[in-house]
């Protein structure tokens, strides 16, 4: 398999982007080294936040971490350092985890990333572990965590995974949008908590396979359920609302993998 890396990007506003070169804001201090892309060294993209230094177009494992494209507006902000914080679901996720800041229900504040894979892939098989450090969410109102789309126009995408709070107990819970069907999670999350996703994709209605899992706590991951499929394949990752999915959040995101044949492998427990 092969990674894929592309220069890091910071964005001014919602649609002007210009470059910005690693080791002017990025530290070049390594952080302590993290065994999870070590273990998933096959996956076609893999990346952990081990370090804080922005490797570019380099790939050497938790020497350094991957780039990404940023798009901040207002005081929407990113943080590629920021100290795994709450009781880690994992013992491999090392120092640091990516934190993403919305200030505001709208695109004024936002702060999003997206990674592209290299091409289009019909078949991905997805896991990152998540966590919301704090939300303003109201009742019916989702933040989307990540999502997989084939173009850079964030409203086609093939799925997102967001996090919802229900009108019925107030309480937060997730929420997957594929195709043209939305489902939502069986279990309540808590803030400050750390979880994982799964998901399996493939861009072929025909196909039943495609499925969603959470975990919850421990090493159990929970079958939510089989998800359907409009023809849409994978080319890049997005971390963070897009569109008109801004609410109030910040929330830290780590140990993200993704391969095109299997699942990868779970973080150490």
Known sequence: MFRFYHALVFACCLFLAVPVHAGLL???VSAAVDPYCTTNASETFCEDMASTTDCGTTSTDEACRTTW???LAGTG???WTTAIGGTAICTDMGDNA???I???QDAANQAFARNDLGSSQATTYT???FRIESEGLGDLQYHIVAQATNATNWSAPAWNFSVFQSNVDGLLYTR???GATTDYGTTALSVGTWYGVRVKWIANTADTGRQWWVNYSGSTWTDEGAATSENVS????YLSGIGQTQRIVTMDIDNIAIDTTNMPGDCAR
């Open 26 to 28: 990025m530290s070049s």
């Open 69 to 71: 494209t940023e798009t």
């Open 77 to 79: 902000s990113i943080d």
């Open 98 to 100: 990516v934190r993403l």
């Open 102 to 104: 919305q200030t505001s």
């Open 127 to 129: 896991q990152f572990f």
């Open 176 to 178: 997957f949008f594929h």
């Open 234 to 237: 994978v080319r890049y990752i």
